[in-house]
């Protein structure tokens, strides 16, 4: 079972999401969340879409990554410990167009995303096959920490100057309790935490975890939120730099990113046209034809997935 005997696999195995971070080109850990499920040799599989294949590129160019199980939304955990894993990926540049070798990773999220049965309809399928082109990232955990659930809490803040404009991005961290830290320790490796943040005079303040001494350089902040049943999915990444001062850790953000929108109505327009782009322009600098998704296989699979899930 490798590093993951460390872990509680029956509450690992209740997240319905974790956070998962990848080492961008520029060094910068991107944390997204995402579905992962355990298989029985030890390492955790997920998958993405063409239409967000920045997380396999790369994976492809540096293997380190980490996962976060965190957020216990649907998952029927009460007070339930969060999971940190930290590993190497691997993604080979091979397309999958149906769920032969990943049924049981289909059917779970067929039975815990239950809206997503509804893109197998004819009338979706013109709009959604980039949904169901997929690469495959599997994980071989090295090390496994279980942390508490309560996310700890920031040190003490001096008073905010109200002369100095609000930080990129504050409006959107204000809507969460609590926020996943990405960033590096000293050897360049990923990491993720739940922390607080708080605005401060240029960034916001963050509280690395305890078990890790990170270090001052490129990171981001994540936050997301969905229902019992993985709908109305909304993330948001600020990305920027990290860096300690007198009072602790502030992170100046520079970018916000938010892929699947804002929750405006026009934002569902906007996310079909951006998905089937991404995955029209990933396909063409492979010089590859627009493969055709194996409708059949994948109800297949949702017809023995059975009722969703209830918790």
């Known amino acids: 079972m490798t590093a993951l005997r ?4 029956e509450v690992l195995d209740a997240y319905r999401t974790c956070e998962f971070v990848t080492l961008g ?27 967000f294949a920045q997380k396999a590129l790369n994976v ?24 940190f894993v930290r590993g190497r990926a691997t993604c080979p540049d091979e397309i999958r167009t149906g769920p032969q070798g990943l049924e049981s990773y289909w059917r779970m999220l ?10 197998l309809a004819r009338p979706m399928r013109r709009l959604m096959d980039w949904y169901y082109l997929r690469l495959v990232i599997t994980v071989a955990p090295e ?3 279980v942390r508490p659930a309560e996310t700890p809490p920031l040190p003490p803040l001096p008073p905010r100057s109200t002369s100095v404009p609000q930080p990129l991005g ?35 303040t963050v509280c690395p975890p305890a078990d890790h001494a990170v270090v001052p350089g490129p990171a981001s902040l994540l936050v997301h939120r969905h229902d019992d049943r993985l709908n109305r999915m909304r993330n948001t990444l600020v990305r920027g730099v990290l860096d300690r001062s007198d009072d602790g850790w502030l992170l100046v ?31 063409r600098r492979r010089e590859l034809p627009r493969p055709r998704v194996q409708w059949d296989r994948f109800r297949e699979v949702a017809a023995s997935a059975g009722r969703p899930e209830r918790n």
Do not use: C, K, N
């Open 6 to 9: 460390a872990a509680p696999l």
């Open 25 to 51: 080109r520029d060094g910068t850990p991107l944390a997204w969340p995402t579905a992962a499920q355990r298989r029985t040799d030890g390492t955790l599989v997920l998958t993405t879409s063409l239409a």
């Open 60 to 83: 492809r160019r540096d293997g380190r990554v980490a996962l976060l199980f965190s957020d216990p939304t649907g998952s029927g955990l009460a007070d339930g410990p969060q999971i």
């Open 110 to 119: 067929f039975e815990r995303q239950p809206h997503s049965r509804s893109y």
């Open 143 to 145: 090390q496994v920490l």
């Open 170 to 204: 504050a409006e959107r961290l204000a809507a969460h309790a609590t926020a996943v830290l990405a960033a590096r320790d000293a050897s360049g490796a990923p990491v993720l935490a739940r922390t607080g943040t708080a605005p401060a005079d240029g960034g916001f």
């Open 253 to 283: 953000p520079d970018r916000v990113l938010e892929p699947m929108g804002a929750g405006r109505p026009s934002d569902a327009l906007r996310v079909l046209r951006s998905t089937r782009r991404a995955t029209d322009r990933y396909l």
